[in-house]
């Protein structure tokens, strides 16, 4: 989800306006994504190495995070919507951290789809964490590397999509994108509708995906 402060910026606006609109697209998007029948969506939306921003900015991308839990909570449950966070989120501030674990809470039975935030996350340490965790119980394997995983109990990854231009991971699902289909887009986050998802769907249908094979 990449461009918010760009957006900002052409604007003539502080930067926190433009992550506000970005956590406006996160809400449309996530609604969109349930219409559209998508079994699961991940949102990359604070990275391990995002502390290296100013703090103003930091704590207002944490006001955000807590501003979006308390108005979207309800209808995560009303709507069979199961939240999940992946990444080294108890390392936030504690209030964030019971947050974030009664919003888990409240929605662990929900089915219908699964809305994953990135949240403190970097795929280097995930990967490195679950090898630890791996050698601990036994032989390392691509299975028991993947089973402990942050992303262990969800889907398959099939579509990476990214906003803004930017044509790069970012330390993103390194391990989960290893067949995963990309879709780059010069959209800012902020600016990204349903109908530009619906095409990144539209054209992910084209795509032959052989997984090494023929």
């Known amino acids: 989800m990449d461009g918010n402060g760009r957006w ?10 433009g992550h506000k609109r970005g956590v406006d697209t996160v809400r ?3 609604r969109a994504a349930r219409e559209m ?4 969506l991940t949102l990359y939306a604070f990275s391990s190495e995002n502390w290296k921003r100013p703090a103003d900015e930091i704590s207002d ?13 309800d209808e995560l449950v009303r709507n069979g919507t199961r939240l999940k966070i992946i990444g080294e989120w108890q390392a936030l501030a504690p209030d964030i951290v019971d947050m974030i674990g009664d919003a888990l809470a409240r929605t662990a039975h929900n089915r219908q789809t699964t809305l994953t935030i990135a949240l403190n996350y970097g795929s280097q340490q ?3 964490r679950a090898a630890a965790r791996a050698a601990a119980k036994g032989a390392i394997t691509v299975e028991s590397i ?16 990214r906003t ?13 994108a290893a067949y995963a289909e990309m879709w780059f ?20 249908a084209t795509r032959e995906r052989r997984f090494g094979g023929r």
């Open 8 to 17: 900002a910026k052409k604007r003539l606006m502080p930067r926190a306006l």
């Open 28 to 30: 449309t998007i996530a």
């Open 37 to 40: 029948g998508l079994e699961a």
């Open 61 to 73: 991308l944490m006001s955000l995070l807590r501003a979006f839990i308390r108005t979207e909570l």
């Open 126 to 128: 995930e990967i490195a």
């Open 146 to 161: 993947e089973a402990e995983l942050d992303t262990a109990d969800l889907p398959p990854l099939d579509l990476i999509i």
């Open 164 to 176: 803004s231009g930017e044509v790069r991971l970012s330390n993103f699902l390194l391990w989960q």
């Open 185 to 204: 887009t010069d959209v800012l986050w902020p600016d990204f509708t349903p109908e530009h998802l619906h095409d990144a769907l539209g054209q992910f």
